[in-house]
């Protein structure tokens, strides 16, 4: 089975821009959540959803939204992006939640 | 508040020496525990889990950690390291009660090992 894939792998935006992040999870997957990753928070849960609904938010401010599709491929949205959030944006699937989670490449991003 | 600790930013250890990361967790009840690993410019790895059962699991790559659950620790544990294992391993958990996949991750422990 092919993994967990994310794209784009490496964006630059600029303050004040959105950026939209895609993730296909493994085949077959319906639980879908999100990652940021960063030298001084470490490893932080963004959201999850699963069958398109979202069933757990971190403690991330609005500007931070995203989406699950029919097809169980999920999209995260960062709204007037600021310097601090530059990170690498992790995207992970199960097949239910009692499973371990796959892991993707991550998208990296980078505000200028 | 549910936590997890990885008291050891860095573990250096020679190849062909047992290896342990430490990691120790509070969430009430019956947590779900898992480690990953992660190598430079790459998403994590799942290595293992405990869900329940054997407190003692076996993983990926001839890891295992042992379940404690009086002293709430998960420790990875290796008998003989190699090079290749040098990389950034995370300790996570989940609380079952919790509805959605939210995976608390610790801050991550460097393993070094040298020839």
């Known amino acids: 089975k092919a993994g967990v894939t994310q794209t784009p792998r490496y964006l630059i935006k600029t303050r004040g821009q959105q950026v939209t992040l895609s993730c296909s999870p493994i085949s077959g997957h319906r639980s879908v959540s999100w990652y940021q990753q960063t030298p001084g928070q470490g490893l932080q849960f963004l959201f999850e959803?699963?069958?398109?609904?979202?069933?757990n938010k971190g403690n991330f401010p609005g500007r931070f939204s995203g989406r699950q599709f029919s097809n169980s491929r999920s999209e995260m949205n960062v709204s007037t992006l600021e310097l601090g959030d530059s990170a690498l944006y992790l995207c992970?699937?199960?097949?239910?939640?009692?499973?371990?989670?796959?892991f993707g490449p991550g998208t990296r991003l980078t505000v200028t | 508040a549910q936590s997890v600790a990885q008291p050891e930013d860095q573990v250096n250890v020679a190849e062909g020496n047992p290896l342990t990361v430490k990691c120790t967790y509070s969430v009430s009840g019956n947590p779900y525990l898992f480690w990953y690993v992660q190598y430079p410019n790459r998403g994590l790895q799942f290595l293992l889990k405990?869900?329940?059962?054997?407190?003692l699991v076996k993983g990926s790559y001839g890891f295992e950690a042992e379940f404690n659950k009086s002293q709430t620790s998960f420790h990875l544990k290796k008998p003989s390291a190699l090079v290749s294992d040098s990389a950034l391993y995370f300790c996570a958990v989940r609380d079952p009660r919790d509805q959605g996949g939210k995976l608390i991750f610790g801050q991550g422990t460097e393993l070094s090992v040298k020839p």
């Open positions: 992970a699937s199960s097949y239910w939640t009692e499973y371990e989670q796959y």
């Open positions: 405990y869900i329940t059962g054997d407190n």
């Open positions: 959803y699963f069958s398109e609904t979202q069933r």
